[in-house]
């Protein structure tokens, strides 16, 4: 399963990068290829400063040895050997008409000291940030991950767009990241499902993303802006921040394994600020937004 799950993220990847570059047509990807000296490595691809994406980053990693007592804990295992692999995409736009979009799908192994697997289990999602809302984008990307869903169980996109919902969530700030999307974690064989089940669901998500976001950018990277706006879009980037250090179980997985650390903050946009006790206008289009991000919405008939 490590094998196969591996060759597919591999694939993605090349067709994610592709599809940006074809989309900003002047930014390029440099691809940075590193080991980790406990065991494995990874491929990490960046763009940055293009014409469409301010920076993007589309990285690949395999990584095995020993988990540490932490993460043992964390995970409520005690069983330390682990393999793990994953493909995390962070795109953020220059036009702050253009959401933030992010995704990764991911496996898991754990085994005991003969080598053999004792567990293994796929996890995942999608999810999108907006500075300014169109509606229609946000009933799009959600329609999308339904049909990811849809297909392998009618109550999977509620659920795990709830899951979603609840995890990207600033529980210090009592807002959402952004307008949610899917994501789900530790899928194992169970009585309704096997582990190639779950194979099959993930890249079937990730198959989808492509349609999810792109034609997304397409629609409104034309749009206009002005620095009021683009200066709103560096003051939401830096929720995105805050988030990603201060709650992202990934971000603390990868640092507390000794992951590297230029892949693991690639997620950080380039240019963000925070400014004290920032004021936005009453029934302003900045104003819509946070509406939203109060409360989960429910975007699509389910």
């Known amino acids: 399963m490590k094998e196969k799950f591996y060759k597919y ?14 989309i900003d047509q002047f930014g390029k990807f440099k691809e940075d290829i590193w080991k980790r000296k406990e065991g494995g490595g990874g491929k990490t691809r960046i763009l940055q400063n293009g014409k469409i994406f301010e920076k993007a980053g589309v990285n690949i990693s395999a990584v095995n040895g020993r988990l ?11 069983e330390s050997n682990f393999f793990a692999c994953g493909l995390s995409v962070v795109i953020h736009p220059l036009n702050p008409m253009i959401p933030t979009s992010h995704a990764n799908w991911r496996y898991f192994e754990l085994y005991n000291d003969k080598s053999e697997i004792i567990d293994q289990w796929f996890g995942g999602g999608q999810d999108l940030t907006p500075y300014y809302l169109y509606e229609e984008d946000a009933v799009h990307f959600h329609k999308v991950c339904k049909k990811s869903c849809d297909k392998f169980g009618k109550n999977l996109y509620d659920e795990f767009k709830k899951k979603c919902d609840n995890y990207f969530w ?5 807002e959402a990241r952004g307008i949610g999307g899917i994501f789900f974690d530790y899928l194992r064989a169970n ?11 993930t890249i079937g998500v990730g198959n989808n993303f492509i349609d999810s976001y792109f034609p997304i950018v397409e629609k409104r990277k034309k749009m206009s802006y002005d620095k009021k706006q683009r200066y709103w879009q560096e003051i939401r980037r830096g929720r995105y921040v805050e988030f990603n250090l201060i709650h992202d179980k990934g971000t603390m997985f990868g640092l507390k ?6 892949s693991i903050l690639m997620s950080l946009p380039p240019k963000v600020q925070w ?3 920032y004021q936005i206008k009453p029934k302003s289009e900045e104003e819509k937004l ?9 975007w699509i008939n389910s």
């Open 290 to 298: 946070i509406n939203v991000l109060k409360k989960p919405r429910k």
């Open 275 to 277: 400014l004290y006790k």
């Open 257 to 262: 394994t000794n992951g590297r650390t230029e």
């Open 170 to 174: 600033n529980s210090h700030r009592n």
């Open 191 to 201: 009585s309704k499902k096997n582990i190639e089940d779950w194979y099959k669901f």
């Open 9 to 22: 993220i591999k694939s993605l990847q090349n067709k994610i990068t592709d599809r940006i570059e074809k």
């Open 68 to 78: 540490p007592e932490s993460i043992m804990n964390y995970l409520k295992v005690n």
